[in-house]
Nanobody, 119 residues
Framework: QVQLVESGGGLVQAGGSLRLSCAASGRTASKYVMGWFRQAPGKERELVAG????????VYSGSVKGRFTISRDNAKNTVYLQMNSLKPEDTAVYSCAARTVGTPSYDNWGQGIQVTVSS
């Protein structure tokens, strides 16, 4: 088990930027890989950005590719999501999730953080 705490959400105008952080804690935190999901009202949860379970390369949903960047600081067990050129349709609850290294399924979740982009 790993505990995940997100920070950095809030309200921003369209075209602006935000950086989300997710810190993992727990005795086995280093054995997990984290990614970012989001869920907008009335929509299904979608993977926004993560790291490929097969080769570790960053992966992005088509709707954010080129605008969002995922990065990680392994020494701090923290993953970041830099979100640029934000659009109103990026408004959602963003959640950090973790999966065991070498497996594709996320099974640990943070509480989620609201990101609101105003037009």
């Amino acid at each position: 088990q790993v505990q995940l705490v997100e920070s950095g959400g809030g309200l921003v105008q369209a075209g602006g930027s935000l950086r989300l952080s997710c810190a993992a804690s727990g005795r086995t935190a280093s054995k997990y890989v984290m990614g970012w999901f989001r869920q907008a009202p009335g929509k299904e949860r979608e993977l926004v950005a993560g790291f490929s379970w097969s080769n570790g390369n960053p992966v992005y949903s088509g709707s954010v590719k080129g605008r969002f960047t995922i990065s990680r600081d392994n020494a701090k067990n923290t993953v970041y999501l830099q979100m640029n050129s934000l659009k109103p349709e990026d408004t959602a609850v963003y959640s950090c999730a973790a999966r065991t290294v070498g497996t594709p399924s996320y099974d640990n979740w943070g509480q989620g953080i609201q990101v609101t982009v105003s037009s």
